[in-house]
């Protein structure tokens, strides 16, 4: 079957780093997505990785590699406004996507 | 910007009644989804739609049915609102398929069925 796994909930502090894991079995795949979502809003964009390799945009980036099955999302110079949920989806071989159910990171002053 | 809108925020329903989820983008967009989101679940597929007046079952259609009459609404119908599925609804839009492009969201719906 197909599954995605990530930490259900996480803790940080304000102004360290943090890496959000994602690991993922899929029946093809088509790239890995990372979306924000805050308490009660819709989830938004955050990135796309479909080769191996480090994708960096501004204080997030995220990884890849499909030998593992593996993805991260590093969050730099964390802000309370961090505070969310961050979801991890996986195109699979129709073009599917298939949804982790979300890591909640809590950002600690 | 791609916007996708929900026609309600809040909703409360009785038990048996008949409920409408509309939702609209703006972006031309081919694909269409419908979720629902429940604490420790994750985003759950109920139906998508490739293209109008097609449409295909998620994961977990039981329940629902959907409405694809024009290109830009797709609508969720709950023939028989029952308490099991208060929940939050969300649509979402993509551009095609075989594609690999994000998907935008609308802003949700929480339903409480009473």
């Known amino acids: 079957g197909q599954n995605i796994d990530q930490p259900t909930e996480m803790t940080a502090t304000e102004g360290a780093i943090v890496q959000i894991n994602c690991t993922y079995q899929?029946?093809?795949?088509?790239?890995l997505f990372w979306y924000q979502q805050h308490a009660g809003e819709a989830p938004t964009f955050l990135s796309y990785?479909?080769l191996d390799g480090l994708e960096e945009k501004g204080r997030f980036s995220s990884f890849l590699s499909r030998s593992k099955g593996y993805s991260y999302l590093l969050l730099k110079e964390l802000q309370m406004k961090d505070s969310a949920s961050y979801l991890c989806?996986?195109?699979?071989?129709?073009?599917?996507?298939?949804w982790g159910a979300g890591t909640k990171l809590i950002i600690k002053p | 910007d791609v916007k996708v809108t929900q026609s309600s925020r809040y909703l409360v329903k009785r038990t048996g009644e008949k409920v409408f989820l509309e939702c609209v983008q703006d972006?031309?967009?081919?694909?269409m989804f419908w979720y629902r989101q429940d604490p420790g679940l994750g985003l759950r597929l109920i139906y998508f739609?490739?293209?109008?007046?097609?449409?295909e079952k998620g994961d977990i259609p039981e329940g629902y049915s959907v409405s694809r009459e024009k290109k830009e609404r797709f609508s969720l119908i709950l023939e028989s609102a029952s308490t099991n599925q208060t929940s939050m609804y969300l649509c979402?839009?993509?551009?095609?398929?075989?594609?690999?492009?994000?998907?935008?969201f609308g802003q949700g719906t929480r339903l409480t069925v009473v």
């Open positions: 990785n479909v």
């Open positions: 979402a839009s993509s551009l095609g398929s075989e594609v690999s492009t994000e998907a935008f």
């Open positions: 739609s490739y293209d109008v007046k097609m449409k």
């Open positions: 899929t029946s093809g795949f088509n790239g």
């Open positions: 989806a996986c195109l699979d071989s129709n073009y599917q996507l298939i």
């Open positions: 972006m031309d967009h081919e694909n």
